[in-house]
């Protein structure tokens, strides 16, 4: 992955940690993620640089499915407050995006979520092709991992030729570890995410990378597809890349911070 990549990422993890912001170019772009696992709001400045930012783990969203619609606008506005109070300024609109293969009432769903949030929504982007704003992969294939699905996204000549999205993904990596050590999904999820742990974990989460990988290879098949990008939260999970290689035969690679790659692409696709 290139130095421009990595320096965006990091800017976006000091933006969720930042209180306020002194100063930034206008005009803004944000972007709402509203994931199964994490709801991630992102502001960027005029040069598309990461400015403030704000998420938190929520499962009101299924597999792409808004499940709990008051709930997901009362997350949005918590989020949109806390970006808007290091800013010093109302969000007004941002763009947002759903999982490729989402039934086009679902896909409203995210838009009226961001409607009652008080936020206007102009954009609504597939989530491995808004990734792709930021990765700039020219031609091979972008695997978006979520909490309950994986988005894959075929690019030939800087152009998405192909995308699919299927369930499976970092909240069936949680159920799995909850099931194995007999513990809570919150005992698992914190588990999953507690970097002295996660070594002991992966012989117990392989097998969900593996199907992960099979759907990815699936889908794969028939295209002359020479590099995999693996992004979402779950990809920051270690040896991740490892087990796709395996089962696709494709070289992999993970950037850093890789829940905020999406995030960041839907802000960038806000046009203001």
């Not at 990595?6 to 100063?23: F, G, P, W, Y």
């Not at 978006?144 to 030729?161: F, N, P, R, W």
């Not at 490892?242 to 995030?263: E, H, K, N, Q, Y």
Request: aromatic share 6%; proline share 6%; glycine share 10%.
């Amino acid at each position: 992955m290139n130095s421009h990549l990595d320096v965006t990422l990091k800017a976006a993890e000091a933006a969720m940690k930042r209180r306020k912001v002194r100063s930034f170019r206008s005009p803004l772009h944000v972007g709402v993620d509203l994931g199964t696992a994490y709801t991630v709001v992102i502001a960027l400045d005029a040069k598309m640089k990461p400015v403030a930012g704000a998420y938190q783990f929520a499962q009101v969203v299924r597999d792409g499915v808004v499940v709990d619609f008051m709930g997901a606008i009362d997350l949005l506005k918590t989020l949109k407050a806390r970006v808007e109070a290091k800013l010093g300024v109302e969000i007004a609109s941002a763009a947002s995006a759903y999982p490729p293969g989402v039934p086009l009432a679902e896909v409203q769903a995210v838009r009226y979520v961001l409607e009652g949030a008080g936020i206007e929504c102009q954009q609504l982007i597939n989530e491995p092709t808004a990734a792709n704003a930021l990765l700039g992969v020219q031609n091979g294939a972008v695997v978006d991992v979520g909490g309950g699905s994986t988005g894959i996204a075929i690019i030939k000549e800087g152009q998405v030729v192909y995308t699919a999205d299927e369930p499976t993904g970092g909240t069936h990596f949680t159920l799995v570890i909850a099931g194995a050590n007999g513990v809570s999904f919150d005992e698992a999820e914190a588990l999953k995410l507690d970097p002295k742990a996660q070594k002991g974990l992966f012989p117990t989460i392989r097998p969900v990378m593996e199907k992960v990988a099979t759907i990815t290879w699936r889908h794969l098949a028939g295209h002359d597809v020479q590099s995999i990008a693996l992004v979402g939260g779950a990809a920051a999970f270690p040896g991740f890349a490892d087990v796709m290689t395996d089962i696709t035969g494709i070289p992999t690679t993970i950037p850093s911070r890789p829940l905020f790659v999406t995030p960041i692409g839907i802000a960038m696709t806000h046009e203001v």
